[in-house]
T-cell receptor, first 113, second 117 residues
Framework: AQSVTQPDIHITVSEGASLELRCNYSYGATPYLFWYVQSPGQGLQLLLKYFSGDTLVQGIKGFEAEFKRSQSSFNLRKPSVHWSDAAEYFCAVGITGFQKLVFGTGTRLLVSP | DAGVIQSPRHEVTEMGQEVTLRCKPISGHDYLFWYRQTMMRGLELLIYFNNNVPIDDSGMPEDRFSAKMPNASFSTLKIQPSEPRDSAVYFC???????????????FGPGTRLTVL
């Protein structure tokens, strides 16, 4: 069965430092991969997505993610974190032909001054 | 576009009462999804519709939950009777699948925070 693992429940990063959030997926076919961000009290907003082609994808708010098929990973990165990036981040895999997403459990990002 | 609209934003009810959550998808979107988010179980897909027809309701926890989509611009999720363990944030999302992409982004509403006492 399809699954997504986000091994880090919480991560604290200093403002201005770089960030990497980990995501591993289990899916037999070519995956559709997504990163969403959820600010407190808000719904989920798409940061970026990977369907095919270039394995390094750029998203909004200065985020990028790299798809590595050999490692079944789709890690999210940002070179310099801002206090406004504090939120919960969800990785998700799309199930081909069914238009539904399987989400990871999320990683809560805390940004320290 | 106003985005996905959900109402109410907050709902507090007593155990045994009927609860109805409402969702208006983005105009023109042909898929609608209902999710539930809790600390213990994370984000779970409950049911989704395509062109107003339920496609997969395998995530609906039990018969107390029901969802309808009478037209392309409105959907409801009903819990009857409600129980304290139903307390969660319920999200509605919609998407549009075009011929150019076999998979498209889901746009989420702000959610309804349900508390069952």
């Amino acid at each position: 069965a399809q699954s997504v693992t986000q091994p880090d429940i919480h991560i604290t990063v200093s403002e201005g430092a770089s960030l990497e959030l980990r995501c591993n997926y289990s899916y037999g076919a070519t995956p559709y991969l997504f990163w969403y961000v959820q600010s407190p009290g808000q719904g989920l907003q798409l940061l970026l997505k990977y369907f095919s082609g270039d394995t390094l994808v750029q998203g909004i708010k200065g985020f990028e993610a790299e798809f590595k098929r050999s490692q079944s990973s789709f890690n999210l990165r940002k070179p310099s974190v801002h206090w406004s990036d504090a939120a919960e981040y969800f990785c998700a895999v799309g199930i081909t032909g069914f238009q539904k997403l399987v989400f990871g459990t999320g990683t809560r990002l805390l940004v320290s001054p | 576009d106003a985005g996905v609209i959900q109402s109410p934003r907050h709902e507090v009810t007593e155990m045994g009462q009927e609860v109805t959550l409402r969702c208006k998808p983005i105009s023109g979107h042909d898929y609608l999804f209902w999710y539930r988010q809790t600390m213990m179980r994370g984000l779970e897909l409950l049911i989704y519709f395509n062109n107003n027809v339920p496609i997969d309701d395998s995530g609906m926890p039990e018969d107390r939950f029901s969802a309808k989509m009478p037209n392309a611009s409105f959907s409801t999720l009903k819990i009857q009777p409600s129980e304290p363990r139903d307390s969660a944030v319920y999200f509605c999302a919609s998407s549009l699948v075009t011929y150019r992409a076999s998979y498209n982004e889901q746009f989420f509403g702000p959610g309804t925070r349900l508390t069952v006492l």
